[in-house]
C-alpha cells in the first residue's frame, strides 16, 4: 500500500523561531493536505494542495506541492505556543472514484515561550 | 457547531461486546469517511460511504465490521464481538464532492 514518511517525528523550538517540515511517498498523489491535531481532538484542516508545484499559505502557514507529486513541505514561521500540536499530511489519489487520505505519522511540535 | 458531530465520545466495552459509534456529516455533505487512529499513529483508511451506498471499504476488515450511512440519519460505524486490539480512536471526516475532508472530534473506543 501507500506510505508516507513524515519529518522530523517531533521538534523543540523556541517561540519565535520558523518550522519546516516535510512529507514524502512512495507514490504520486493528486492532492495534499495538511492536518494539525490537539489532545483529545480530530484533526483540523490547515492548507489543502491541488497542483503540483502549488505553493498556499494560510496566516504564518505556507505549504507546497512538490514538482514530482511524492512529496509536500510545510513552514510555520514566527511559532508561537498555541501552534503546539501535532502536524499531520496526508495524500489523496483519487484512484477509481474513491476519496481515501492516507496519513504520515505526524510531527509533534513542542514551542518553548 | 456544524462541525462534524461523533458520538459517543468515550465507549467503553467488554470483550465480546457490540460498539456502535455514530457520525453526523457537516450540513450539505454527502460524503462519509471512517478513519482509525492508534496512539502515536496517523489516521488509517477504514471506509468510505455516500447515502445508503458503500463506495470503498478496502480498510475495513473483513469480519465483525460494518458501516453504513442511510437515507436519513447519521452514519453507523459498528463492530461486534469487540476485542481488545479494537480499541483505538475511530474519526469520522465527511466531504461535499471534490473537497477537502474534515473530521469530527472521534470517538475512543476502550475494551476491557
Known amino acids: 500500500g501507500q506510505q508516507l514518511n513524515q519529518s522530523p517525528q517531533s521538534m523543540f523550538i523556541q517561540e519565535g523561531e520558523d518550522v519546516s517540515m516535510n512529507c514524502t511517498s512512495s507514490s504520486i498523489f493528486n492532492t495534499w493536505l495538511w492536518y494539525k491535531q490537539e489532545p483529545g481532538e480530530g484533526p483540523v484542516l490547515l492548507i489543502a494542495?491541488?497542483?503540483?508545484?502549488e505553493l498556499t499559505s494560510n496566516g504564518r502557514l505556507t505549504a507546497q506541492f512538490g514538482i514530482t507529486r511524492k512529496d509536500s513541505f510545510l513552514n510555520i514561521s514566527a511559532s508561537i505556543p498555541s501552534d503546539v500540536g501535532i502536524y499531520f499530511c496526508a495524500g489523496q489519489s483519487d484512484g477509481a472514484g474513491s476519496y481515501q487520505l492516507t496519513f504520515g505519522k505526524g510531527t509533534k511540535l513542542s514551542v518553548i515561550p | 457547531n456544524a462541525g462534524v458531530m461523533q458520538n459517543p465520545r468515550h465507549l467503553v466495552r467488554r470483550r465480546g461486546q457490540e460498539a456502535r459509534l455514530r457520525c453526523s456529516p457537516m450540513k450539505g455533505h454527502s460524503h462519509v469517511y471512517w478513519y482509525r487512529q492508534l496512539p502515536e499513529e496517523g489516521l488509517k483508511f477504514m471506509v468510505y460511504?455516500?447515502?445508503?451506498?458503500?463506495?470503498?471499504e478496502s480498510g475495513m476488515p473483513k469480519e465483525r465490521f460494518s458501516a453504513e450511512f442511510p437515507k436519513e440519519g447519521p452514519s453507523i460505524l459498528r463492530i461486534q464481538q469487540v476485542v481488545r486490539g479494537d480499541s483505538a480512536a475511530y474519526f469520522c471526516a465527511s466531504s461535499g464532492y471534490n473537497q477537502p475532508q474534515h473530521f469530527g472530534d472521534g470517538t475512543r473506543l476502550s475494551i476491557l
Open positions: 460511504l455516500q447515502k445508503e451506498n458503500i463506495i470503498d
Open positions: 494542495l491541488y497542483k503540483a508545484g
